[in-house]
């Protein structure tokens, strides 16, 4: 993997690629970097794919974006000016977490340009309801967005992050000490730990426009068996498609795709093989059933 650099949006991102062919755009979540996807992206390189991991805004070595904006709508702004930056007219679009919200964001308002919609552990934002269980789940929402957010991350090293990673993948139990030191050192450096609670202090009880309209890409979304929002969520979100839609149930948590990359990749592969060159298909003929991994 090659770590280079692009202007999008206003900012000058940096990215992890390899491989040549169809673009496929990873993108990641909190707390994490674009390092998350280090299995992910030999494995589409050696399946004849140029794949892409940002650092999103914010996230060093990714600029820190002047005017403060973390809001949902700029955050799809990213995705699809990265790939005009990229020199591409389209791509698969890969997100996870906050990497998810933005790949839904950038579908809804330019489906001409993401071809194929993969998220990972995040159910289509549409869809879900709240309850007190799910606001005990996101609890961090709160933390993370206080005046003392930031302080809060770097505490005891960043203990708060090896929280996170525990609680959201509570059958993960020998997590490397290693797995969480990408994100740690990113939020050492000046104003990163402060960018990434703003994408939580910008958060607003109304859905953004991008998450209230229909997604008419196909999509396949990736629930893990023990994360906090559990398969069956995904289930419910059919609704919110237009095009093709498929569920694949993982072993696993929030990070599915850390936690099993022996089952995560492999699948992930499959999907792009199978989608990439597929003309997209209406709700009524081209949804499929889960797939239980």
Not at 38 to 58: E, K, N
Not at 135 to 151: D, S
Not at 248 to 277: Q, T, W
């Amino acid at each position: 993997m090659k770590l280079e650099h692009v202007e999008a949006n206003g900012l000058r991102f940096a990215y992890l690629t390899e491989g040549t062919g169809p673009l496929v755009l990873l993108v990641h979540g909190f707390p994490d970097t674009a390092y998350t996807w280090d299995r992910v992206i030999p494995a589409l390189a050696a399946a004849g794919y140029r794949a892409v991991a940002p650092f999103t805004r914010g996230y060093f070595p990714t600029e820190i974006p002047k005017d403060g904006a973390y809001d949902t709508e700029t955050l799809g702004s990213d995705v699809l000016a990265l790939i005009d930056a990229l020199g591409e007219r389209s791509a698969v679009v890969v997100g996870h977490d906050w990497g998810a919200s933005a790949a839904y964001a950038a579908a809804a308002r330019a489906p001409e340009k993401v071809r194929m919609l993969v998220t990972v552990a995040i159910p289509h934002p549409k869809s879900l309801r709240p309850t007190l269980g799910l606001a005990w789940k996101v609890r961090h929402f709160i933390t993370l967005r206080g005046k003392n957010a930031a302080a809060k991350l770097r505490a005891n090293d960043f203990a708060y992050v090896d929280e996170l990673v525990r609680r959201w993948s509570p059958a993960w139990k020998d997590i490397p000490a290693s797995e969480t030191a990408h994100a740690k050192e990113a939020f050492r450096q000046p104003g990163c730990a402060e960018a990434a609670c703003a994408y939580y202090a910008q958060i607003t009880p109304r859905l953004p426009p991008s998450h209230r309209k229909q997604i008419k890409v196909p999509t396949v979304s990736f629930a893990g068996e023990h994360d906090m929002i559990v398969p069956r969520a995904y289930e419910k979100a059919r609704h919110c498609y237009d095009a093709s839609y498929e569920v694949v149930i993982m072993p696993g948590g929030h990070f599915m795709h850390r936690e099993h990359p022996e089952h995560f990749v492999p699948e992930l592969v499959r999907v792009v093989r199978e989608h990439h060159e597929r003309p997209a298909k209406s709700a009524a003929t081209g949804s499929t059933a889960p797939r239980q991994s």
